[in-house]
């Protein structure tokens, strides 16, 4: 160990709870890193690696972006939050708008989790209704009102210290069951206020929505007067400009973003139809927050759409992850192990089990998880850095040579895993 990283897991320990600071972060290797550049990264070992974790996704464009970093440098000297309106505010929100295509207007925020919260009230304000519908697996974010633990079927507090009752008002049924969703809104149709969904299921496996899953939600949520709301700060400017509203053609009322949104700079916003958003405008609705739209964030946003909108590299990396996940696969076969590959090419789940594409949790599960878990410490400790959970997010730094390092690498991984 270099002398650098030398007593750091202890000093972290002892300041920090868990050594990290945010408990995702609490079942990973702990590496410490010095530097991240384009597609790959370098722990303080200098030990290089592939990166296929991204930050938990933010880093679409690879890290530390010149453009992004030098609009950023550049904000900063100009002051950072104002407590009122600046130029770039409204310039950033220009560019959203026209970038997503399809809501009226848009709120900055800090968080994905906070941004899912403006959207949840302002869906409850909209339709005088408590109850929100849900699905088994999604994330959206770790407060107290919609943090969920779905194990065994289940859906109740995921945290010890949740109040009780908190979680009272979900209905919560299976991804891409559309029986369940319409038994459902046969029940409870007016009670609910809203419908939020990842529109492809990311933070349990890369489950895509079933052709017409997402038109028939539209539909029940169009019929029974709710609000639809995707939750997409995975998916946002990551499946297409458009977000994942985009990609599979369906308009929600809502949404919200984060993560790809500004090139890695904690960044997060709702937006949506012009007459529900308008309730923030009005006072009727509070969304509050000191940091919002703060000189950099602003310019974070800017720089980002700019490098989006003026070379898109969506078809790039499309051709990238679609050759990664035959890649992976063929490796699986050449290796005699049941590596399996599901999602889109931009955000693909890997893990051990049988090929057939899985449609819910209860699928997801019965995948072996825990072995690719496993297997995500060894890929790590032959430089390829992605999360145990099995999710890996492709970059627009992504290349050649990475795929070809990855390939390698994993190919690598795998002999020294049949070798156990
Ligand atoms: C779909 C989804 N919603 C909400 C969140 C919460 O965002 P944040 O971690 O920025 O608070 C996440 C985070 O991973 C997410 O994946």
């Known amino acids: 160990m270099s002398s650098l990283v030398e007593g750091l897991p202890a000093r972290a320990e002892r300041v920090i709870p868990g050594g990290v600071s945010s408990n995702v972060r609490l079942g990973a290797p702990r590496v410490f890193f010095q530097r991240g550049e384009g597609a790959r990264l370098w722990d303080l070992d200098g030990r290089e690696y592939v990166d296929y974790l991204l930050g938990q ?18 904000a900063a000297r100009s002051g950072m939050v104002f407590g009122a309106q600046h130029p770039l505010e409204v310039e950033a929100a220009e560019r959203f708008v026209a970038a997503t295509g399809w809501p009226d207007t848009v709120r900055f925020g800090v968080s994905g989790t906070e941004s899912v919260q403006a959207a949840l009230r302002l869906a409850r304000a909209a339709t005088g209704r408590q109850r929100i519908v849900r699905f088994a697996g999604h994330y959206h974010g770790w407060l107290d009102n919609v ?51 990842e529109p492809m299921m990311c933070n349990a496996g890369a489950i895509p929505p079933r052709p017409g899953f997402l038109d028939l939600v539209r539909e029940l949520t169009h019929r029974a007067g709710a609000v639809l709301v995707f939750d997409e700060v995975i998916t946002g400017f990551r499946l297409a400009l458009g977000g994942a509203a985009r990609h599979f053609g369906v308009t929600p009322d809502l949404a919200v973003y984060g993560k790809a949104l500004a090139g890695g700079w904690p960044v997060s916003a709702v937006a949506g139809r012009g007459d529900l958003m308008a309730r923030f405008g009005t006072g009727e609705v509070n969304h509050s927050g000191t940091f919002n739209a703060s000189v ?3 310019a974070a946003i800017v720089a980002t759409l700019d490098t989006l909108t003026s070379a898109p590299p969506y078809a790039r990396i499309e ?26 090419p931009v ?12 449609h819910d949790l209860a699928g997801l599960h019965a995948l072996d998880l825990a072995r690719y878990a496993r297997f995500a410490r060894t890929l790590a400790a032959h430089g390829v850095w992605v999360a145990g959970r099995g999710i890996w997010y492709v970059s627009a730094a992504h290349g050649e040579a990475e795929l070809t390092d990855v390939l390698d690498r994993v190919d690598q991984a795998l002999k020294h895993e049949n070798d156990l």
């Open 57 to 74: 996704g933010p880093a679409f464009l690879g890290h530390a972006h010149p453009r992004v970093s030098a609009a950023v440098a550049e």
């Open 147 to 197: 943090l969920m633990d779905f194990a065994n079927g289940g859906h109740g507090p995921a945290s010890a210290g949740q109040p009780a009752g908190a979680l009272a008002d979900w209905l919560v049924v299976p991804f891409n069951d559309t029986e369940a969703l319409t038994a459902l809104f046969d029940r409870h149709g007016a009670e609910i206020a809203a419908v939020i969904c």
């Open 296 to 298: 950099m964030a602003a």
């Open 319 to 344: 051709d990238h992850g679609r050759r990664l996940m035959a890649g992976l696969a063929e490796l699986g076969r050449r290796h005699g192990v049941p590596l399996r590959v599901q999602g889109l």
């Open 347 to 358: 955000a693909f789940h890997v893990s051990f089990g049988p090929p057939r594409p899985v």
